[in-house]
Structure formats: structure tokens, C-alpha cells
């Protein structure tokens, strides 16, 4: 997600400096920012001077120290706590005393990223959604610890972004997740009980509730092992059955059934 989000600071006139962890990563996600900035030059959404516009604001380094004089940097890293607690304790040590940090995480609470740095004040949730050029929703997280004026600001910028943005207290999952997670999981466990097939349980929700995607489809499209992982988050928040993984939902993930990115999930995409 870090493409599109660099994508949407871009268009809206920020300088973006996007970090990532190797040549190979930096190449890939320049090229998901020029398809994606193609895509929209095509169907008329941009016109060829904007789009060598939002490029020409967009570098790629795999330097960390090269974030040192942003005002905001937004952390898009795996879904992972340890990993992503490292990466703000570096940043923490890198930025201005008056930058703010952010966090794209889906589920894990912020106070947590927070502990990890000397700006607890500055630290904030920013829930981004796939694909985040055409998502108009970004969720705010606040800490009990953070400034008024930095979770002000950066919803400021959010909306200057075209962004409609809800604000969440620091509970794992915050809102859309809390919701949707218990909804997809409930379709893996009908599904594994036989109940329906995977296509009748995605249209009946298509159809029936009007959703563009039906749950088990739109697990494959988040990805299994990102859903699991959020659903872990939340039960151990909370303690509810509601969020806890099906042991069919766990041996997918642990067969390397992905959804869609790795080509096989309850749908085969190959």
C-alpha cells in the first residue's frame, strides 16, 4: 500500500521521499506508481503534464536517514509489531523534534509503535485502504498520549488528500476491522462447515447486500495471511470467539494460500 499512498501525496502537491528495503523493492514500487498513474492518464483522470508532475515529486531511497527532514512520515511496513516498533525507534532518532509520525497498521494498537519512540505526543494511526488512489476512507487513530494539534494536522492533511477521514480510539482493529473482520471470518466458517459454496456465499452477500465483493473473495483480495493476522490481533485484545481464526482459514495460510497475490486462496487466480 505504501505505492498508493505515496501516489495520493504526490497528486495532492507533496514532496515524497518513499523508503524501502533494497534496490529490487524501490524498482517494484516505482513501477506500481507509473502503472498506477498510467492507468489514470488512460481513462482521463489525469492529463500528461500532471502526471509527470506527480512523478517528478516522488523519490525512491533505501537510505532511512533520507526521511531526516520530512514533517510527516507514514509507515506502511508488513503487519508486523516487532518489525514495525523498529522501524519507529530509527525514525524516532532520524526526524525533527516536530515531525510526526504514522502508522498505516489495520490492527495493531498505536500506543504500542509509540512506547517505541520519544514522541509519543506525535505518534497517530493513518488507516489508508486498497487501492488507496480510488479508497476514499482513511481512518485517524489517536492515543490516549497524543496532541491535539498533531492528530489536527495530520487530518488537516488527510482530506487535503480528497480523503474522508473518521477518527478511532486506540482499540486493535479500530473501526472498519472490528466490523469486517468478524463478517469474513463468519463466511470461512460457513464455508467450512459445508454450509454453502464459496461462490453462493460471495454472490448471496453480492446480491443480497449489495456489496461490490462478497467476504470470502475480498479475504483472497486483503490476503489470507493479512486477515488471519488481524483477526489474531483482535482475539487477543479482546478474548471474543467472534475473532477467532478457523482452523480451516490457519491451515491456508500456513499452505502458502494467500488469496490473490499468491494466486490461490478460496478463489485460483492462476
Known amino acids: 500500500m505504501g505505492s498508493g499512498i505515496a501516489e495520493v501525496c504526490a497528486r495532492a502537491g507533496s514532496d515524497v521521499i518513499v523508503h524501502e528495503i533494497d534496490a529490487t523493492a524501490a524498482e517494484a514500487v516505482l513501477g506500481r506508481i507509473q502503472k498506477s ?5 488512460e481513462r482521463g483522470k489525469l492529463e500528461g503534464t500532471e502526471r509527470d508532475q506527480i512523478l517528478s515529486r516522488i523519490a525512491i531511497s533505501t537510505d532511512i536517514a533520507e526521511q531526516s527532514d520530512r514533517q510527516l512520515v507514514i509507515e506502511a511496513a508488513t503487519e508486523n509489531e516487532d518489525l514495525k516498533k523498529d522501524i519507529f525507534s530509527q525514525l524516532d532518532r532520524i526526524v525533527g523534534d516536530e ?14 509503535l509509540a512506547a517505541a519512540t520519544e514522541r509519543p505526543g506525535k505518534v497517530v494511526g493513518l488507516h ?16 490516549v498520549l497524543t496532541d491535539d494539534a498533531a492528530s489536527d494536522a495530520v ?8 480523503k474522508t477521514v473518521i477518527r478511532a480510539k486506540d482499540r486493535a482493529g479500530f473501526i472498519v476491522n472490528m466490523l469486517l473482520i468478524p463478517y469474513m471470518i463468519g463466511a470461512v466458517r460457513m464455508y467450512e462447515a459445508g454450509f454453502a459454496s464459496a461462490e453462493d456465499i460471495d454472490a448471496g452477500m453480492k446480491l443480497g447486500a449489495n456489496h461490490p465483493m462478497g467476504p470470502l473473495e475480498l479475504a483472497d483480495f486483503v490476503g489470507l495471511d493479512t486477515t488471519k493476522y488481524v483477526a489474531d490481533v483482535l482475539f487477543e485484545e479482546f478474548k471474543d470467539p467472534a475473532y477467532a481464526s478457523p482452523p480451516l482459514l490457519t491451515r491456508m495460510v500456513e499452505a502458502g494460500l494467500h488469496g490473490r497475490k ?8 492462476r
Do not use: C, K
Request: aromatic share 12%; net charge neutral.
Open 155 to 162: 487530518a488537516s492533511y488527510a482530506e487535503s488528500l480528497g
Open 99 to 112: 515531525a510526526i509520525l504514522a502508522s498505516n497498521t489495520s490492527s495493531i494498537p498505536i500506543t504500542r
Open 128 to 143: 489508508f485502504f486498497n487501492p488507496v488512489p480510488v479508497m476514499a476512507l482513511v481512518e485517524l487513530v489517536t492515543t
Open 262 to 269: 499468491t494466486g490461490r486462496g478460496f478463489y485460483d487466480y
Open 37 to 41: 498513474t498510467a492507468r489514470a492518464l
